[in-house]
């Protein structure tokens, strides 16, 4: 699924164009005990309560395709009568009405789900009658192409609401707040089938998850049959593993620059796409080539990459380099400056010992405090 796509599916979680018919729940306590189920025709919802619910499920699909959102395609084995995906597809076609599958479904995520906090299984079925698009690619109301019949599943953690003040208008006074539990938003969820080309895509689903660190990938295979990619976080840590030892501890700051403004570079160049930028071995490679290291360390480079990640592995751009600042970091010190701007620092050598050179500005401020750059001393200019 691209951008474009997901934006779509999205826009089917709002009141305007909700295309949820039926939910189903099962509230998870601490020790994998059920607490309580629903099933539920989501139209006899109260406004206010479905309002929530659409607001839990555009949760579920927020965050960076690649990153948070994660394209999963299923083997061919999970299609067979006992695998992952005919179970799903089962599901789905039973529009939540079938109480055993439900049941299994339920007892599936308890078993495998690492978690020890209550949380809160929330489970759609919705239909998109998906309109057709012109050669100009706007969408014509009257000429539906399909039905997009799929299942949302949001796994969320059931919290404590935090203690405080509350007034009670009956006594005219303040009075303490009684704790409530509710439903936060998700941490972990999954689209199936997936919405690809604008069309139901058997074959594949998209999961979601809050944590890039940590995705839960042994549960997602038990779930879904689907085996995850090299999750954002970890993708980011071998790249720089990578790097590490390809520089060793001479790593220069220039070269490290030059590898944020380059990778920065290409990020931004095509931001604009609707799938997120990948690269292949030879691609981050040649990137690294044009950042100045040379022909034995890219060699070496290589080499760490087929030991680390795979010679076949592709890597997000964004996954690989900080988009929001250029980092760095001391015992003692921290720096952060604009990504676009990595220019500003430097370093210089004054009596044998090197330091970071950062120009000041005409703005500069100190814990809140502006300050003006120290004037040149008087007679120092020609």
């Known amino acids: 699924m691209n951008k474009s796509e997901l934006s779509e599916i999205k826009k089917l979680f709002t009141e305007k164009n909700c295309a949820v018919s039926r939910i189903a729940t099962c509230y998870v306590g601490g020790e ?26 555009k949760k579920g699909l927020s965050g960076a395709l690649g990153k948070n959102l994660i394209s999963l395609d299923f ?5 067979f009568s006992d695998g992952a995906q005919k179970f799903l597809l089962d599901l789905r076609d039973s529009h939540l009405q079938d109480e055993e599958l439900l049941e299994k479904f339920y007892d599936k995520i308890i078993e495998g789900y690492p978690c020890t906090q ?17 050669s100009d690619n706007l969408e014509m109301d009257d000429a539906s192409d399909e039905v997009y019949h799929f299942l949302f599943c949001c796994l969320c953690p059931v919290v404590l609401s935090k203690p405080g003040l509350t007034y009670a208008p009956a006594q005219n006074l303040f009075t303490d707040r009684i704790c409530d539990w509710i439903v936060d938003a998700p941490v972990h969820a999954f ?34 049959g689907c085996a995850m990619p090299i999750t954002a976080g970890v993708q980011k840590e071998a790249f720089q593993t990578m790097l590490q030892e390809t520089l060793g501890d001479n790593g220069e700051l220039d070269v490290v620059k030059n590898i944020h403004d380059t990778l920065y570079d290409m990020i931004e160049e095509h931001k604009e796409d609707p799938e997120p930028l990948t690269l292949d071995k030879r691609e981050v490679t040649n990137m690294l080539a044009k950042s100045g290291l040379k022909e034995p360390q890219l060699n070496s480079f ?18 690989l380099t900080a988009s929001r600042n250029f980092e760095v970091k001391m015992p003692d010190v921290v720096i952060k400056v604009n990504p676009e701007r990595s220019d500003l620092v430097e370093t210089t050598s004054i009596d044998g010992r090197v330091y970071l050179l950062i120009e000041v500005s005409a703005d500069i401020e100190v814990n809140g405090i502006r300050l003006l750059p120290e004037a040149e001393p008087a007679g120092s200019a020609e």
């Open 191 to 224: 689209l199936f089938p997936a919405f690809t080309d604008r069309s139901t895509d058997l074959h594949s689903c998209l999961y979601y998850t809050k944590d890039t660190e940590n995705a839960y990938e042994d549960f997602v295979y038990d779930l879904l």
């Open 32 to 57: 994998k005990n059920k607490i309580s189920e629903l099933n539920e025709i989501f139209g006899a919802l109260p406004e206010a309560e479905a309002s929530r619910y659409l607001q839990l499920f």
């Open 75 to 79: 083997p061919l084995e999970s299609e």
């Open 118 to 134: 209550n949380y809160l299984i929330l489970l759609a079925d919705a239909n998109y009658d998906v309109p057709g698009r012109g």
């Open 302 to 319: 290589e080499q760490h990459y087929d030991e680390t990640v795979g010679s076949g592995t592709r890597l997000v751009a964004s996954n």
